[in-house]
């Protein structure tokens, strides 16, 4: 059974020993170097099936094929008061693009609330999950797509 | 006549613009306040001088599922330097649904000099106004506050079992989909989960959002508020109210406007609500 990519794993390990104040100064850390999916990947108006369901801060996800096999996360949060969704996307593009397919679809949804905190509300929360649902997702389908008999 | 006297509320003054507040940020006799949902934001950038209220660590009291005493209030009040004749204005996320939230709880300590920043952050943000990251200091101040009274705009749940079916209103500000009940119980998260969805019999279902224009986050005006609770759902001033949501803060924000934009005397806000209206063993419950 394959386990999140190390440097996911590190972050995680991170947030875990954090104070609430710590926590949120990395998170807009994070959150400034937030960058927006290239023109090249995609274009307003974003297509729906990149829109993460049930996250608040209308986030979208794609993937990018890198010719190593592995993938490349783009993502767009069009709530311009969105900074959880955005330290949360640079997170997952530090941590698992360009990582091995099969860790990016082992990291565990819930790590939002080792990163976020038990207190995050219950709609962050489920907008925070259905971000790296999307990006394991990914992962998953390219394995899939892969191990298919040609 | 400023634009929000001109939306025709019963109570204009309890919202102040964004421009006067730009122009009240160095006055001592005013204090703003941020309340967010997301603790984020405040840190990343806030109007200069306001201060921080954060509705988990500020609000609640951190061990029984209550607010703060009044110990607990004179504490945050002397941490954001202010005393009983202090105005204080909030703003926040969300079109002010957690703002709506402080101001609430605020009120429980009787703190009436309060008032709303129509529009909240967005408005301010899209205007193009000041933000900083510069965390103000004032003075601690002696506060002393009155016990908390609970009796006026909150209420618990023996109390709204007790009133159902006596003409009492009740307004479930939830989706749509959490007032029918598809939305039960939240996979992985078992801090907020509930055992049945639906609602409280009786209950009629407004959104709280729909109070706000979701374009700058300032509220509509009266006329098109009573459109909506009156014409609509039929309430009326003299109505007995109860407001309810998941854990009473979005219903927050329906009990001000309907306290204060529309100026029904009778608005309590039922903070257990769903959390504990779904959890709780023998209630009627309506799908």
Redesign the interface.
């Known amino acids: 059974m394959a386990q999140p990519p190390k440097a996911f794993q590190q972050v995680i390990d991170d947030f875990a020993f954090a104070d609430?104040q710590e926590r949120?100064?990395m998170?807009?850390e994070y959150?400034d170097r937030f960058r927006e999916v290239p023109p090249h990947i995609a274009a307003r108006p974003f297509p729906e099936e990149h829109h993460v369901q049930k996250c608040e801060s209308d986030a979208y996800v794609w993937a990018e094929d890198l010719p190593d096999g592995t993938l490349k996360f783009h993502f767009a949060v069009e709530n311009?008061?969105?900074?959880?969704a955005k330290?949360w996307a640079v997170i997952l593009d530090e941590t698992l693009s360009g990582q091995p397919l099969e860790e990016v679809a082992a990291v565990p949804?819930?790590s939002v609330f080792t990163v976020f905190g038990?207190?995050v509300?219950?709609?962050?929360?489920?907008g925070l999950?259905g971000i790296a649902d999307m990006v394991t997702t990914f992962a998953r389908q390219r394995l899939a797509a892969r191990n298919r008999p040609a | 006549m400023t634009d929000i006297e001109a939306r025709g509320y019963a109570h204009p003054e309890v919202l102040v613009s964004t421009e006067w507040v730009a122009q009240h940020l160095g006055d001592p006799a005013v204090r703003i306040i941020e309340s967010n949902e997301d603790p984020l934001l405040y840190p990343s950038g806030h109007i200069p001088g306001a201060v921080q209220v954060d509705w988990a660590a500020d609000l609640n009291d951190p061990l029984r599922r209550d607010y703060l005493d009044r110990a607990g209030f004179e504490k945050l009040a002397s941490r954001i330097g202010i005393t009983p004749e202090t105005t204080v204005v909030f703003y926040g996320d969300k079109n002010n649904w957690w703002a709506c939230y402080a101001f609430w709880v605020f009120q429980l300590f009787g703190h009436e000099n309060a008032k709303i920043m129509d529009g909240g952050r967005l408005k301010w943000e899209k205007e193009g106004r000041p933000l900083t990251r510069d965390v103000p200091s004032y003075p601690p101040t002696q506060y002393q506050a009155p016990e908390r009274d609970d009796s006026k705009i909150r209420i618990f749940r023996d109390e709204v079992l007790k009133k159902l079916g006596t003409g009492v209103k009740l307004v479930d500000v939830r989706s749509p989909q959490e007032y029918t009940g598809e939305r039960t119980h939240m996979p992985e998260y078992p801090q907020e989960g509930v055992l049945r969805g639906g609602h409280i019999p009786g209950a009629k279902n407004v959104p709280w959002a729909r109070a706000a224009n979701p374009e700058d986050g300032t509220f509509k005006s009266a006329a098109e508020l009573k459109a909506i609770y009156e014409q609509e759902q039929g309430l009326s001033p003299n109505d007995e109210v109860i407001a309810y949501c998941r854990i009473g803060e979005r219903s927050s924000h329906t009990w001000f406007v309907l306290t204060y934009l529309l100026g029904y005397p009778n608005v309590r806000n039922y903070d257990g609500s769903w959390t504990e209206w779904g959890n709780s063993v023998g209630v009627p419950i309506e799908r």
Do not use: W
């Open positions: 609430r949120i100064e998170l807009i959150a311009p008061q969105g900074l959880s330290a949804c819930d038990k207190e509300s219950m709609g962050k929360g489920m999950m």
